[in-house]
């Protein structure tokens, strides 16, 4: 029985766009299908800023057409353009004008290295020549002002606003440095709004390259309440070895694919410890699963960073690696994941 053009769409919909929940038949990117007995031609054209995308969907694209009953012959033209500098229109309200890119690290587990990371990224696109600022949005347990190694506390400037703390030249806002450090945070979801909202209009950022955002572990409001608030250009996702942390670590996905901001990649922490000794590599909580997981998921895998002691004392110490050990294996991986994070977002 011949097939049909629906039937053939029908099957494009399994297509998801990477990184997002949507297909790529409800976003409009196929153009034509046409059938010709058990020939099919379909023409795609994408627009992203992700090369791999456009990878991933002819790949998928082609494994959906080929798995259907009844069609011997494929021709498939999957044209991907990047997306055009924003027109003229004026957005309806700037936030962070200064700013050229917004960059959040998340998880969905608590622990699994996402300050660590965020505070290295931050060092390490400094490094690369960029000014950064560094926003810790995790209202509940800031730790950027004592990872960061900041012995000051923000000013205020004449137009009232705050300006942020230096920490090994990188522009630090934390709610740490207001909080009394033994008391716990208890607030409710209005009081977070509201503290976020203040860390966004009323801090004195300038002009930075990148604000890398530091998120409160979890898929909550103080999350949600942030990736709605700023314009983020994408997000890294911290994962650790275990099942337990890649099951978390999809949901943390599945939150930005919500609420439509772009997963860069996911980097693994903490998979394996290299003896300082005898250099020999343990893999403590097993290994690859991040790489796997960013693979099921079609997002870019940014690398993995093993375990050191020299990134624990670095952070209590407010030196991170990059800074204090910037030819260690775990620095280097920070370097690279940052020129990952640079491709990606200036495309
Ligand atoms: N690769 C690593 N090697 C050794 N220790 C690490 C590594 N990554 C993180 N740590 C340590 O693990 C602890 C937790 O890390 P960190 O605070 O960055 O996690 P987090 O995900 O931000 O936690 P939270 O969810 O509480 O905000 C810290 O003491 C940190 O120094
Ligand atoms: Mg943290």
Same mark, same amino acid.
């Given at each position: 029985?011949?097939?049909?053009?629906?039937?053939?769409?029908?099957?494009? /919909?399994?297509?998801?766009?990477?990184?997002?929940?949507?297909?790529?038949?409800?976003?409009?990117?196929?153009?034509?299908?046409?059938?010709?007995?058990?020939?099919?031609?379909?023409?795609?054209?994408?627009?992203?800023?992700?090369?791999?995308?456009?990878?991933?969907?002819?790949?998928?694209?082609?494994?959906?057409?080929?798995?259907?009953?009844?069609?011997?012959?494929? /021709?498939?033209?999957?044209?991907?353009?990047?997306?055009?500098?924003?027109?003229?229109?004026?957005?309806?309200?700037?936030?962070?004008?200064?700013?050229?890119?917004?960059?959040?690290?998340?998880?969905?587990?608590?622990?699994?290295? /996402?300050?660590?990371?965020?505070?290295?990224?931050?060092?390490?696109? /400094?490094?690369?020549?960029?000014?950064?600022?560094?926003?810790?949005?995790?209202?509940?347990? !800031?730790?950027?002002?004592?990872?960061?190694?900041?012995?000051?506390?923000?000013?205020?400037?004449?137009?009232?606003?705050?300006? !942020?703390?230096?920490?090994?030249?990188?522009?630090?806002?934390?709610?740490?440095?207001?909080?009394?450090?033994?008391?716990?945070?208890?607030?409710?979801?209005?009081?977070?709004?509201?503290?976020?909202?203040?860390?966004?209009?009323?801090?004195?950022?300038?002009?930075?390259?990148?604000?890398?955002?530091?998120?409160?572990?979890?898929?909550?409001?103080?999350?949600?309440?942030?990736?709605?608030?700023?314009?983020?250009?994408?997000?890294?996702?911290?994962?650790?070895?275990?099942?337990?942390?890649?099951?978390?670590?999809?949901?943390?996905?599945?939150?930005?694919?919500?609420?439509?901001? !772009?997963?860069?990649?996911?980097?693994?922490?903490?998979?394996?410890?290299?003896?300082?000794?005898?250099?020999?590599?343990?893999?403590?909580?097993?290994?690859?699963?991040?790489?796997?997981?960013?693979?099921?998921?079609?997002?870019?895998?940014?690398?993995?960073?093993?375990?050191? !002691?020299?990134?624990?004392?670095?952070?209590?110490?407010?030196?991170?690696?990059?800074?204090?050990?910037?030819?260690?294996?775990?620095?280097?991986?920070?370097?690279?994941?940052?020129?990952?994070?640079?491709?990606?977002?200036?495309?």
């Amino acid at each position: 029985m011949a097939i049909s053009e629906a039937e053939v769409r029908e099957a494009l /919909k399994q297509v998801k766009f990477p990184g997002l929940s949507r297909d790529i038949v409800s976003f409009g990117f196929v153009r034509s299908v046409q059938v010709e007995g058990d020939a099919v031609a379909v023409e795609i054209a994408l627009t992203t800023a992700n090369p791999q995308a456009g990878e991933t969907v002819e790949r998928d694209a082609r494994a959906a057409l080929e798995a259907l009953p009844g069609v011997r012959e494929v /021709k498939l033209d999957c044209a991907v353009q990047a997306p055009q500098n924003a027109p003229a229109a004026v957005p309806a309200r700037r936030v962070l004008p200064g700013v050229r890119y917004k960059v959040a690290v998340a998880s969905g587990k608590g622990g699994v290295g /996402k300050s660590t990371v965020a505070a290295n990224l931050a060092l390490a696109l /400094k490094r690369g020549g960029a000014t950064v600022g560094l926003l810790d949005a995790d209202i509940y347990g !800031p730790s950027q002002q004592m990872m960061m190694g900041c012995t000051d506390k923000p000013r205020v400037n004449a137009a009232e606003k705050i300006l !942020p703390v230096d920490g090994n030249g990188v522009a630090v806002m934390s709610l740490g440095f207001l909080m009394d450090p033994d008391q716990p945070v208890i607030w409710r979801g209005p009081m977070v709004m509201k503290a976020l909202q203040q860390f966004i209009e009323d801090v004195e950022w300038g002009t930075l390259d990148y604000l890398v955002v530091d998120l409160p572990p979890g898929t909550g409001d103080a999350q949600l309440t942030i990736t709605q608030q700023v314009p983020l250009d994408g997000a890294v996702i911290v994962t650790t070895p275990q099942d337990v942390a890649l099951i978390d670590a999809r949901k943390g996905l599945a939150m930005f694919q919500k609420v439509n901001v !772009p997963v860069l990649g996911m980097i693994e922490n903490m998979s394996a410890f290299v003896c300082p000794h005898c250099g020999e590599r343990s893999e403590i909580f097993k290994h690859g699963g991040g790489r796997r997981t960013a693979e099921q998921l079609g997002v870019p895998f940014l690398g993995d960073i093993p375990i050191d !002691p020299a990134i624990v004392l670095g952070g209590d110490a407010g030196t991170p690696i990059v800074a204090s050990h910037p030819d260690s294996a775990a620095a280097k991986a920070f370097l690279e994941l940052a020129a990952a994070v640079r491709r990606q977002v200036e495309r």
